[in-house]
């Protein structure tokens, strides 16, 4: 039984997992909003909350603690500053984690992970059968006629000047050669 487990392995080894996260958590800050899996992204708002968290604090220890998981100072000047400064008054729930669907090649979930305030309006992917119904009958019809009327047409000649043709010169006469076997 998995009592009181805390954490997934996300199938890596600690070291291996602290690391995955970390670079996570730096892209985040950096970009803002990232595309991962569901898994990796609930562990990582589990990871950077208390990173912010920690950032409203602006004291040298605060920022040596951040500094032991992000490993790049303008990021951590970054946060301490402009992050916190935009982030600051919430009391908590400063990422959201917004699903996405499955992965093509391997069936994986997919989401999004942004920082709250950051965030622009997230749109989901829409397929293609709705793009299409979307679509009133008498467009549909206007693309079609304008498709066959572009596959109907001739090429155009790149030059509008008619073609030289080249004169070869008359070629010289073979001479039939004469074979000698060897040993014969």
Do not use: C
Not at 56 to 69: E, G
Not at 121 to 131: F, Y
């Amino acid at each position: 039984m998995r009592h009181r487990v805390r954490g997934r392995k996300l199938t890596r080894t600690s070291s291996h997992r602290q690391a995955t996260l970390r670079n996570l958590a730096m892209s985040l800050l950096k970009h803002k909003k990232i595309t991962t899996t569901v898994a990796k992204a609930k562990e990582l708002k589990k990871f950077v909350e208390p990173m912010i968290t920690r950032a409203k604090n602006d004291s040298v220890h605060a920022r040596r603690v951040v500094a032991s998981d992000v490993n790049d100072k303008s990021l951590i000047k970054e946060l301490f500053t402009e992050i916190v400064a935009k982030i600051g008054n919430r009391p908590g729930g400063y990422t959201r984690v917004i699903r996405l669907g499955q992965r093509k090649g391997d069936g994986a979930e997919m989401a999004i992970i942004e920082l709250v305030d950051y965030s622009g309006i997230v749109k989901p992917k829409v397929s293609k059968k709705e793009k299409t119904e979307d679509k009133p009958v008498e467009e549909k019809a206007e693309e079609k006629k304008e498709e066959k009327k572009a596959a109907s047409k001739p090429r155009a000649r790149k030059s509008a000047e008619p073609k030289e043709k080249k004169v070869k010169a008359p070629a010289e006469k073979k001479t039939k050669s004469t074979h000698v076997k060897k040993g014969s």
